[in-house]
């Protein structure tokens, strides 16, 4: 049988990075420059798999004999993506708009095995929050916890008090379904380790 080709995780994201190890994976890690701008009209599904198939395929063009996973998971309230917050103003309107209501977070991950299309598996996560209060999001910022979150939030930290549901995958939403990368990574022959870190 042909040992799987070593994994390389394309991603900045130290959450990622920590929710593979912890599952036991033996990776390595790169990250891929690619324009994360929605496209008009880009629905959230669509613009989450075209960013982790772009990384994957940026990654994997720099690192041959790599297998490489990628994930992007975007927040979508009404079908509109709202992106990461560009200031404290920024991110103030997005708990505002958040408040009170459920939103859609979009995760996909992408593993690229050479040249050829990544193949590709995707979630989609209902959140519903209660009320965020202006001041309650005017301290969350100053935390410093939501700058570089999608949607202006990390549901595993201080945003977790406005969580009322959530109905689908918790993982998705911090990052990545994990579920669903065992699975994908499996099919490559991937498997982790008997004893996770």
């Known amino acids: ?6 994994l390389l995780l394309a991603s900045r994201s ?22 994360e701008t929605p496209l008009p009209g880009e629905g959230g599904d669509a613009f989450a798999a075209r960013m982790a198939r772009g990384k994957a395929l940026a990654v994997a063009a720099d690192c041959p004999g790599h ?7 975007d927040v979508a ?3 509109r993506i709202l992106g990461k917050p560009r200031d404290r103003d920024h991110a103030i309107a997005m708990l505002a708009a958040l408040s009170d209501r459920t939103h859609h977070v979009h995760s996909a ?4 095995d050479g040249g050829g299309e990544p193949v590709l598996v995707q979630t989609v996560t209902a959140v519903r929050f209660a009320r965020v209060a202006p001041d309650e999001a005017a301290h969350y910022w100053d935390t410093g916890e ?5 949607g202006g939030y990390a549901i595993q930290g201080f945003a977790a008090r406005w969580v009322r549901e959530v109905h689908g995958s918790v993982s998705a939403v911090i ?17 982790p380790r008997a004893e996770a870190a």
């Open 109 to 112: 991950v992408a593993v690229a």
């Open 67 to 73: 297998l490489v996973l990628s994930a992007d998971t």
């Open 77 to 79: 309230l009404d079908g």
């Open 146 to 150: 939501p700058a570089d979150k999608a």
């Open 1 to 6: 049988m042909t040992e799987p080709r070593p």
């Open 175 to 191: 990052g990545l379904p994990l579920v669903e990368t065992v699975e994908l990574l499996a099919r490559f022959g991937v498997q």
């Open 14 to 35: 130290p959450r990622r990075r920590t929710m593979l190890a912890e599952l036991g994976f033996d990776f390595s890690v790169g990250s891929a420059d690619i324009d």
